[in-house]
C-alpha cells in the first residue's frame, strides 16, 4: 500500500496551497484518511480526517487551530484525498502528511498510532 502526498510547496501568508494524497498498491479499504502535519523540532499533529465508509457521507473532523481555515475532501472514487490550504499563516510551515487506517469504530481517530498507512510528507512554507 503506498500513499503519495503531493502539492506543498511556498505561499505567502494569507494565500492558499492544494495538498493531494494518492493511494496505490495492494487493495485495502482506507476507512478514514487524514492529514498531519510536523513542524521543526515539534511532535507530528494531526489536522484533519475524513472518513470514506459505506454507510458515511464522508464525515470530517479538524484540528481547532485550522478549522474555518483548511476543508480536507476526497474524490468520487476515494482513492485520493485532497486538503485545501486557505488564509495560510506562518505556524502552518510544516511538514505535511496523508496517512489512512482500516478500521473504523464510528470515532475519526486523532492519534497517529491509529493510523497504519503513511504517505512520504510534502513541504509547506508559509513566509510572513
Known amino acids: 500500500v503506498q500513499l503519495q502526498a503531493s502539492g506543498g510547496g511556498l505561499a505567502q501568508a494569507g494565500g492558499s496551497l492544494r495538498l493531494s494524497c494518492a493511494t496505490s498498491g495492494r487493495m485495502v479499504r482506507h476507512y478514514v484518511m487524514g492529514w498531519f502535519r510536523q513542524a521543526p523540532g515539534q511532535e507530528r499533529e494531526f489536522v484533519a480526517a475524513?472518513?470514506?465508509?459505506?454507510?458515511?457521507?464522508?464525515?470530517?473532523i479538524y484540528q481547532d487551530s485550522v478549522k474555518g481555515r483548511f476543508t480536507i475532501s476526497r474524490d468520487g472514487a476515494e482513492s485520493t484525498v485532497y486538503l485545501l490550504l486557505n488564509s495560510l499563516k506562518p505556524e502552518d510551515t510544516a511538514v505535511y502528511y496523508c496517512?489512512?487506517?482500516?478500521?473504523?469504530?464510528?470515532?475519526?481517530?486523532?492519534?497517529?498510532?491509529?493510523?497504519?498507512?503513511w504517505g512520504q510528507g510534502t513541504q509547506v512554507t508559509v513566509s510572513s
Open positions: 475524513i472518513t470514506s465508509v459505506p454507510w458515511s457521507g464522508g464525515d470530517t
Open positions: 496517512a489512512s487506517t482500516e478500521s473504523f469504530s464510528g470515532i475519526i481517530p486523532k492519534r497517529r498510532e491509529l493510523y497504519q498507512f
